[in-house]
């Protein structure tokens, strides 16, 4: 009879141990109607947000800020870190910009998590009711400068890296995504939007950040698909659907005399429909002590795209005010392999490099592409590389 007393007590205690385990790794939910955030699309709900993210942010134990089901008006929204433990910021409701953008358009951020260490944004919709700015920046009128609708920066991640995962973005008057001094994150099924002709409204922006993977986005812009700015390093980039919009670039480059370089990118398994260019490395024709290297372009698809294969270190897109000078960025090891489909400029591949720093390591392999109204060309200047198997254009270097 002790024994069996006995057993059942150390059963008991098991049990007991075994809930405080599992309590104290229990999440805690701070959904923003509790504190005053109404769905309803009018209200504004900006203060709630904030007083639910230093609540999470505060909490020892990890903690979810939660956006239920609704249409949530917000104003800027700064998240500062860092928190104290691993924050989950859960969307299933839509979050909506003022109508007036000057109400968001002066930080240059609407919604900014800052300094936040241990980060996962899931789902959701946010749109940042563009039309009105684009409008007053196509009349040249008096502007503010625009607001990014999401960003991460100085988010140094150890795993789990920072996550942003089945967000859907509308209409950012500028940037819809930006990483920016971070490292360790992964953007994954994210769905972008802005009509074509939206001025500067980049899909992702990466700026000063590593270790950063891009999988399984569809982007559609007036700008960029996705832009890798300096400092970008060991960046993967794989099925992202892109157009409309300016296809995806590294860079422009060399804004500065002192800029940090790009290395080791991959962009590969992804489509391109309609866009004005394909992949792109492009920098201002001027000093910098900047750099491109380890540059893998591979496996993708052009369909109707204009300059499908683009190197142009004379980039000057107003063509007013060029620098005119020679560009001190020094692009070597780049690929572009298994690539194939259809251009609407008759040269297909544009090699256009600095004449002072000569493009070096360049590598084509097995490319296809067709002209719509006869035969493709290819453009080298300053480049030099090899190439295997079927090329067509055929290699200029």
């Given at each position: 009879m002790a024994n069996n007393t006995s057993f059942s007590c150390a059963i008991i205690l098991l049990s007991v141990v075994i809930f405080l385990i599992n309590s104290s790794n229990a999440m805690l939910s701070f959904n923003v109607q509790r504190y005053g955030a109404r769905g309803d699309g009018k209200t504004d709900s900006t203060k709630p947000f904030s007083t639910a993210w230093s609540l999470a942010c505060g909490s020892e134990a990890q903690s979810m800020v939660y956006i239920p089901h609704g249409t949530y008006l917000v104003r800027n929204l700064v998240f500062w870190g860092p928190c104290k433990n691993i924050i989950t910021f859960k969307i299933d409701g839509k979050l909506v910009a003022p109508k007036n953008y000057w109400s968001i358009g002066n930080s240059g951020y609407w919604i900014l998590f800052a300094k936040v260490n241990r980060i996962l944004v899931y789902g959701g919709t946010i749109d940042?009711?563009?039309?009105?700015?684009?409008?007053?920046?196509?009349?040249?009128?008096?502007?503010?400068?625009?607001?990014?609708?999401?960003?991460?920066?100085?988010?140094?991640?150890?795993?789990?890296?920072?996550?942003?995962?089945?967000?859907?973005?509308?209409?950012?008057?500028?940037?819809?995504?930006?990483?920016?001094?971070?490292?360790?994150?992964?953007?994954?099924?994210?769905?972008?939007?802005?009509?074509?002709?939206?001025?500067?409204?980049?899909?992702?922006?990466?700026?000063?950040?590593?270790?950063?993977?891009?999988?399984?986005?569809?982007?559609?812009?007036?700008?960029?698909?996705?832009?890798?700015?300096?400092?970008?390093?060991?960046?993967?980039?794989?099925?992202?659907?892109?157009?409309?919009?300016?296809?995806?670039?590294?860079?422009?480059?060399?804004?500065?005399?002192?800029?940090?370089?790009?290395?080791?990118?991959?962009?590969?398994?992804?489509v391109f429909t309609k866009t004005r260019n394909g992949v792109r490395i492009k920098s201002w024709a001027r000093p910098s002590t900047g750099f491109v290297r380890n540059v893998e372009f591979r496996n993708l698809v052009m369909r109707n795209v204009g300059n499908p294969l683009i190197i142009d270190q004379n980039y000057c897109p107003s063509g007013k005010g060029c620098p005119n000078q020679s560009s001190g960025v020094k692009i070597s090891g780049v690929t572009f392999a298994n690539i194939k489909g259809t251009s609407t400029t008759p040269i297909a591949m544009k090699l256009d490099c600095s004449g002072s720093h000569h493009c070096t390591g360049i590598t084509l392999k097995n490319i296809k592409l067709s002209y719509m109204k006869g035969a493709t060309t290819s453009y080298c200047k300053n480049a030099h590389g090899g190439a295997s198997g079927v090329v067509v254009p055929m290699n200029c270097m």
């Open positions: 940042a009711k563009g039309a009105g700015y684009w409008s007053c920046r196509k009349k040249g009128g008096h502007c503010p400068q625009g607001a990014r609708s999401i960003s991460f920066s100085w988010c140094n991640n150890l795993p789990p890296p920072l996550l942003l995962s089945g967000l859907t973005s509308l209409n950012s008057q500028n940037i819809h995504v930006t990483v920016h001094h971070s490292s360790h994150v992964r953007i994954q099924n994210i769905r972008i939007r802005a009509p074509s002709r939206s001025p500067n409204t980049d899909g992702i922006i990466v700026q000063s950040s590593s270790g950063v993977t891009i999988s399984g986005a569809v982007i559609g812009t007036g700008d960029d698909c996705i832009a890798l700015n300096q400092g970008s390093v060991n960046i993967y980039i794989e099925r992202v659907l892109c157009g409309p919009g300016h296809g995806i670039s590294i860079g422009s480059l060399g804004d500065h005399a002192d800029e940090e370089g790009v290395n080791n990118v991959t962009v590969t398994n992804s």
